[in-house]
């Protein structure tokens, strides 16, 4: 089994309120959020079970799951990002804006380049991939993240390290508006449906599509959308990074 790794630096207390100290609190109080009912089992059963924590409710969409976790005020969201009627990503927003103190820990069946940038930019306290994390992985990370630290999956490291290192990455190459473009190209959707989506000029379309295919060095969208397919950029839910793409 490969070994994975547990962020190593606490956050400040003076970002705390005394209820998220949590070296000091036997028991965390736990929102899940999540649509799929074998694996919420499994999360509820990790969190009281195994680990003696509260859970104080649990959500199946994102909506519900906003207003779960303003109403309850935890300490830690167990958070799935593809969810129905608003993405774990906007989630995330939503709670960052009114309880910036509340952790986050991601647990996704997708790890690709493109969610573990959003995972990033969102500033998530931990990931954990569904695919290839065990059972005593979920436990470890739900401790860290609940203790104060991050944690995140061997396969997420590996993906950051690799894109931070290659100087044509999507994220070095393409403007936020370009990235939502190209994830709609990838889905695949026209130009004229991508302009009406995003309430744009279909002429403005085309051109971000030209500079996309410059900046990455593309010959023609077939190529384009096997790039967003191979990126992660197609397993993107409604919503994108700076709030661009419309439901």
């Known amino acids: 089994m490969a070994n994975f790794f547990v962020g190593c630096w606490p956050v400040s207390r003076t970002r705390l309120a005394p209820r998220q100290d949590f070296r000091f609190v036997a028991e965390v109080k736990i929102v899940i959020v999540e649509d799929h009912a074998m694996f919420r089992e499994v999360l509820r059963k990790v969190c009281a079970r195994d680990l003696r924590h509260e859970i104080v409710g649990e959500a199946t969409d994102g909506l519900a799951a906003v207003q779960l976790v303003l109403r309850t005020q935890p300490d830690l969201v167990l958070l799935d990002l593809h969810l129905p009627k608003?993405?774990?990503?906007?989630?995330?927003?939503?709670?960052?804006?009114?309880?910036?103190?509340?952790?986050?820990?991601?647990?996704?069946?997708?790890?690709?380049?493109?969610?573990?940038?959003?995972?990033?930019?969102?500033?998530?306290?931990?990931?954990?991939?569904?695919?290839?994390?065990?059972?005593?992985?979920?436990?470890?990370?739900?401790?860290?993240?609940?203790?104060?630290?991050?944690?995140?999956?061997?396969?997420?490291?590996?993906?950051?390290?690799?894109?931070?290192?290659?100087?044509?990455?999507?994220?070095?190459?393409?403007?936020?508006?370009?990235?939502?473009i190209l994830a709609l190209i990838g889905e695949p959707l026209q130009d004229w449906e991508i302009a009406k989506r995003l309430e744009l000029a279909e002429p403005t379309v085309a051109k971000h599509r030209f500079n996309i295919l410059k900046k990455l060095d593309l010959n023609g969208t077939l190529e384009l959308v096997r790039y967003a397919r191979d990126h992660g950029f197609t397993l993107s839910a409604l919503r994108q990074d700076g709030g661009e793409l419309l439901p």
Not at 100 to 119: G, K, M, Q
Not at 141 to 167: C, M
Request: charged residues 30%.
């Open 86 to 180: 608003l993405d774990g990503f906007g989630v995330v927003d939503a709670v960052r804006l009114a309880a910036p103190e509340i952790r986050v820990l991601v647990l996704s069946s997708h790890c690709d380049d493109y969610t573990v940038f959003r995972a990033e930019k969102a500033r998530v306290h931990g990931f954990v991939d569904k695919n290839t994390n065990t059972v005593a992985v979920l436990r470890k990370a739900i401790t860290a993240v609940s203790q104060g630290l991050t944690y995140f999956s061997e396969e997420f490291l590996r993906l950051k390290k690799n894109r931070q290192g290659d100087p044509v990455s999507f994220d070095k190459l393409l403007t936020n508006r370009e990235r939502t």
